[in-house]
């Protein structure tokens, strides 16, 4: 709220002032609940935790952290995201929304990931779901020479990144909307991570947005 504000009003306020208004107007942010652990599945190719929770990156595409989150929406029906993360700016390099939470939904994300930056060699950390331990996954990973990296079994912790940006996408915007048909989730999921790239502005990147954070410095 401070640095949207202080960004639109070329302001430095502090958060005091601020916390007084806002405590004033009755205006409260929205807390994230706190995600509960689960088990995966079977592995078949698996990875070593190589990150081993360093998620600092010197510059883009180094490290990039990938997962897959379910959204319901309607009467009890489930879409799927799959999206990829960079841990140097937290910028969304790709993402894609499907109705099944299959391989493909995995493999597009990848695909339109390397489309879009042809030259990195990414480690990429997952979980063990089984779309990341398949031979495709493997296969992809030959192909566009990117590194595996993969959570222990029950360490959300492990992949962070994009832990959080789940939290904090359906905290800001999917749980605060009643979304009926599968077109409303794609244009909500589509819509948020396009002003979450480019005019979600951070503390911790010197009050930018991702992208504007990208573009200066790397």
């Not at 995600?35 to 990875?47: G, I, N």
């Not at 999206?83 to 299959?102: C, H, K, P, R, T």
Request: glycine residues 4%.
């Amino acid at each position: 709220m401070r640095t949207q504000l202080n960004r639109k009003l070329k302001k430095t306020y502090n958060k005091k002032r601020f916390y007084r208004l806002m405590k004033a107007l009755g205006i409260r942010s929205i807390i994230r609940k706190k995600r509960p652990s689960y088990l995966k599945v079977l592995e078949l190719h698996t990875a070593e935790n190589l990150l081993n929770r360093n998620f600092s990156a010197t510059a883009p595409n180094q490290k990039w952290s990938t997962d897959v989150t379910e959204l319901r929406y309607g009467n009890g029906r489930k879409a799927y995201l799959s999206a990829i993360i960079d841990m140097y700016d937290n910028s969304i390099v790709s993402y894609f929304v499907g109705l099944s939470n299959d391989n493909m939904l995995v493999m597009e994300t990848i695909h339109r990931a390397m489309k879009k930056n042809p030259k990195a060699c990414p480690i990429i950390q997952s979980d063990r779901g089984y779309q990341y331990t398949s031979h495709e996954y493997k296969r992809l990973s030959e192909k566009y020479h990117f590194t595996k990296s993969m959570s222990r079994a029950g360490r959300c912790l492990d992949n962070q990144p994009i832990e959080r940006f789940w939290g904090t996408y359906k905290a800001e915007s999917f749980y605060i909307k009643k979304l009926d048909s599968y077109e409303d989730v794609c244009n909500d999921v589509s819509r948020y991570i396009r002003y979450y790239n480019n005019y979600r502005y951070v503390e911790s990147l010197n009050n930018y947005s991702p992208n504007e954070y990208r573009k200066l410095t790397a």
